[in-house]
């Protein structure tokens, strides 16, 4: 399990575990808090074609489709 705070989110970088459409590395470009400063909105990034993806943030922690950093 990948270890992440939801306040360190923002301009992390990922790796995907299965590559889709040559999409392997990823930027979180925007998170979004509630006034309880849970996340209510996260926007990770394709690095090679910059497309835009909104995500549960949670996912981030499941080793098998993401690691953290660029492998």
């Known amino acids: 399990?990948?270890?992440i705070s939801p306040k360190a989110l923002l301009h992390s970088k990922w790796t995907k575990a299965t590559v889709i459409n040559k999409e392997k590395?990823?930027?979180i470009t925007k998170v979004k808090f509630d006034e309880q400063q849970?996340?209510?909105e996260c926007?990770?990034?394709a690095v090679i074609n910059?497309?835009?993806y909104e995500i549960n943030w949670r996912d981030l922690k499941d080793k098998k489709q993401w690691r953290l950093g660029w492998i």
Do not use: S
């Open 43 to 45: 926007i990770i990034e």
């Open 1 to 3: 399990m990948n270890k």
């Open 38 to 40: 849970n996340v209510i």
């Open 50 to 52: 910059q497309h835009q």
């Open 25 to 27: 590395h990823f930027v």
